[in-house]
Nanobody, 120 residues
Framework: QVQLVVSGGGLVQAGGSLRLSCAAS????????MGWYRQAAGKQRELVAD???????NYADSVKGRFTISRDNAKNTVFLQMNSLKREDTAAYYC??????????????WGQGTQVTVSS
């Protein structure tokens, strides 16, 4: 069993910054990809950014240049530094990881959402 503990959401003014973190624990052999998704009210969940175990990153166009994803492989933790926040960044943010076991089977896990609210 794998647990994901998310922290760091909150209320911030437009132009401000927040840092999210997600720590994975439990029966983990290897984490292949760690990422962040978000879901605004009335909209579908969308990928914000993800990062592979080798450090390759991928960002949604809407956050490029403002958000930075990073990970600490030794601590199985992924971070999302969000700068220059805009009202349209308001959403519930979710951590997501893909793991493999010793047999090479892929498994996907979601953390609980953390609300990010950007006020004008």
């Amino acid at each position: 069993q794998v647990q994901l503990v998310v922290s760091g959401g909150g209320l911030v003014q437009a132009g401000g910054s927040l840092r999210l973190s997600c720590a994975a624990s439990g029966s983990i052999f290897s984490i292949v990809v760690m990422g962040w998704y978000r879901q605004a009210a009335g909209k579908q969940r969308e990928l914000v950014a993800d990062i592979t175990s080798g450090g390759s990153t991928n960002y949604a166009d809407s956050v490029k240049g403002r958000f930075t994803i990073s990970r600490d492989n030794a601590k199985n933790t992924v971070f999302l530094q969000m700068n220059s926040l805009k009202r349209e960044d308001t959403a519930a943010y979710y951590c997501n990881i893909w793991t493999t076991d010793r047999a090479g089977r892929m498994m996907n896990y979601w953390g609980q959402g953390t609300q990010v609210t950007v006020s004008s």
